[in-house]
Structures are given as C-alpha cells and as structure tokens.
C-alpha cells in the first residue's frame, strides 16, 4: 500500500462551476477525515467517516460541501457553485480507530477563478 | 478564536543543537495532543503524540512536553538535522472525538548546516 492517495493535485475552476475529489485510503484504515488548509493557517477540520457512515461534519462544511465514502472504501468531496473563497488546499487523511495519528495525502489545491 | 496557538512562524537553529518548538491551548477539555511536520507539496506527517495523563513522550531524537497548569506543550529535537527543516504543526483533540483535530498555525523550522 502506497499510503493515502488524493485525486486531482490540483484542481483550476471558475466560479460557479461544481467539482469533485477523491481519495483513497490505506486500505485497512476504517477511518477517514477531510481537511481543508488555507495559506498561512493549519489544517481545518471538515468531516470524518468511520467505514461509510459520516460521523462527524464541522459548522465550514456549508450546504455547498458533500461528502460521501459509500462503500467505507474511497471517498469523494463535492463542492458545488464553488466561490473565490474555497480556493485552499484539501486533504484528506484515514486511521484506524483508536489511532490519533493520522496519514495524510498530498492534498488537492483548488483555486477558483 | 484559536484554540490552538503557536506564537512563533519560524524559527532558525544551527545543525547538531537543540530546536524546540512551542505550542499553547486554551481548551481544557483537549486531551491528547500531537505534532505533524509538513514538507512543501506533501500533506503533514504525523511525527509524536502525548496523551493528557502524561507530561512527557520520548520517540527517538524527538520528545515532546506537556505542561497542562500553564497549557502548554512543546517540541525538542535533539540533535537538529537539515532534514528536519519543515512546517511543524501542533494539534489537539478533544476526548472522544478522535475526528476533530484542532491545528495550529505552524512553526516553520529551519536547520542550518
């Protein structure tokens, strides 16, 4: 297993427009949480999912964001209408329960024009 | 308001000594706190834990402190390395949650050979 991998890296949409990212996890991983960064802050927590049920959402996951991981495997993350102010850097990270130390992936660099 | 707080954005240390790295919180109900280090174009990588009950976790040349009267916790590497170079993130949870990690803003370290 080559870790968490995220899909697309980077990501250049104009505004309004809806896009998707995926991650996969390290396949034994029944944990998987999403992130956001944005330049010059840490990580910002969005959502996890322990198998395919979501558990948890943060108050900055707006109506716009969804999140699904429907087999408890991959997950994606849609943004819908997407504003100037989503333009951030997204990961997504997975764990075993009882883990706190999460492995992250690269991320994917959204920046909306 | 942040919760997590790392009042320094950088610091400098010559290879061979001691860098620590300093993190404060004003949550009391956090009770487990880590430290990530993050490269440029990678997602941060989980580097060494500390629960609550303890004031002190040693992993190698990295230890980290927790002093919970004064909230505060910080990082010693020992002894620094160029390859240490990077954005160290400190984060903290609350008990139970496991999904929500509060990050700082980062100290980005630099170790001069």
């Known amino acids: 297993d080559t870790g968490v991998s995220q899909d697309p890296r980077h990501k250049i949409t104009k505004r309004g427009q809806n896009v998707t990212f995926r991650c996969d996890p390290i396949?034994?991983?029944?944990?998987l949480y999403w992130y956001r960064q944005t330049l010059g802050q840490g990580p910002e927590f969005l959502t996890y999912?322990?198998?395919?049920?979501?558990?948890?959402k943060s108050r900055l996951l707006s109506d716009r964001f969804s999140a699904e991981r429907p087999k408890g495997s991959f997950s994606t993350l849609e943004i819908q209408r997407t504003e100037q102010g989503d333009s951030a850097m997204y990961l997504c990270?997975?764990?075993?329960?009882?883990?706190?130390?999460?492995?992250f992936g690269s991320g994917t660099r959204l920046t909306v024009v | 308001d942040q919760q997590v707080k790392q009042n320094s954005p950088s610091l400098s240390v010559q290879e061979g000594r001691i860098s620590i790295l300093n993190c404060d919180y004003t949550?009391?109900?956090?009770?487990?706190f880590l430290w990530y280090k993050k490269y440029p174009a990678e997602g941060p990588t989980f580097l060494i834990s500390?629960?609550?009950?303890?004031d002190k976790n040693e992993d190698g040349r990295f230890t980290v402190f927790l002093n919970k009267s004064a909230k505060h916790l910080s990082l010693h590497i020992v002894p620094s390395q160029p390859g240490d170079s990077a954005v160290y993130f400190c984060?903290?949870?609350?008990?139970?949650?496991?999904?929500?990690?509060?990050f700082g803003k980062g100290t980005k370290l630099s170790v001069k050979p």
């Open positions: 990270a997975s764990s075993l329960t009882g883990f706190y130390g999460y492995t």
């Open positions: 396949s034994e991983h029944n944990r």
């Open positions: 999912f322990q198998n395919e049920a979501q558990l948890e």
């Open positions: 949550n009391s109900m956090f009770d487990y």
């Open positions: 500390i629960s609550s009950i303890k």
């Open positions: 984060a903290a949870s609350v008990g139970g949650s496991q999904g929500n990690l509060i």
